[in-house]
């Protein structure tokens, strides 16, 4: 028996038409556009040229003038053309550059440059926003190529974003070393996040220490991210040593994630600065010493107590806590208090700051998205593009912070003390 399962004809043209659909999308305007472009930019640069010979093409050198200052005591020769190639987001075009040599004060010559096209470029500053933006998006270096070849006509490889990149280092290196005297910081958030890069050849684990800053105004701003090995009180240290030197004054206000070694750093540093020790990974941390068929109970109690809208009840709430749960689960009981006052700092605060103030959530969000961006890599080529690479999307814009909740009353002073902690 045989059967024919050969398709019709119009379902196969239909099937041949879509593959190369998007080939078949010619724009006129785009069109017309690219075509002027070539002529736009060498007439850019005569322009330039002929600015600098103060002459036009073809023109008599003016006379000379012994007593003469500025433009006219300038003089030089033309000397033919070389051809450029030239990629912008309107696609790659070739150029004939115009070359020149200008007579100097001692009487010698030099070649003329363009200020507007360097002798090394190769694509235009606009391109290379685009493709870093691309990549930043969380594109990796092989899709880019992809996903930007309908405006740069399939020209982008991945050596050429790692090249793109590699051109953001230079303003990587100027904001580790900016001054911060004149940066009106009161409080600090401080975390790391975990990341995997590529050391030796193989994949592993760093910890990045990132530092959070909130103005005076409220406004949340990066102050560092370093990969220092790990979170222990050296590594901190090192970050916090570095900001003071640059002119970071003492902040009013600390929130930590709890972690031994920054706790220990900061004391040796800011020992009399209140701190607020994150009460999201205190609830983790409860949760660790009990039971799973206690988890929900424990989480309710420690929620009623850590959300209660005064501290009155926050008070109330950790009385009973801690009773309940030294009879059902001491280890619970013990874990809590061991978080001492500094789990209560934030009622030291207006209420209007009690949700800003009581966790590390704002770098939390920010390990997130950064997370999220890094997805399609795996794993990041070094432990510098992983600290470059959660800068970078904050200062190009692909990642912003809001003021934090509550900003209105951060210049009111702290009450003296938290609450009682007698049980």
Known sequence: MTSNSTKSSSLQSEAEAAVHLLD???DPIEAGLRDRVREFIQ????SELEAALVRPRYGRRPKANPGADGPSAICGYRHGHRSRSLMGTFGRVEITVPRARLDTAEGKTTEWKSSALRADQRRTKQADSLIAGAYLAG?????????????FGGAISKDTVSRVWRKVKG?????NARPLAGEPIIRLILDGTVVRVRLDRKATTIVLLVVLGVREDGQKVLMAVKNMGGETREAWRAVLDDLVKRGLRKPEFLIVDGGTGLEQALAALWGDVPTQRCTVHKHRNLLAHAPQRLHEEVSADYNDMIYATSAAQIEAHRRAFIRKWRLKCKAVANSLEEAGDRLFTFTRLPV?????AR???????LHEEFKRRIKTQTVLPSAETAAMSFWALLAA????MRKVDGWQTLTHKL???????AA
């Open 24 to 26: 078949d999308w010619f």
């Open 43 to 46: 007439a850019m640069i005569e």
């Open 139 to 151: 594109t990796n270096t092989r899709r880019v190529r992809r996903a930007l070849s309908a405006v």
């Open 171 to 175: 303003d990587w290196d100027a904001w």
């Open 352 to 356: 209007s700051q009690w949700k800003s």
């Open 359 to 365: 966790t590390t959530n704002a770098i939390e969000r």
């Open 397 to 400: 814009g692909q990642i912003t």
């Open 415 to 421: 009450a003296d003390k938290p609450i009682d902690l």
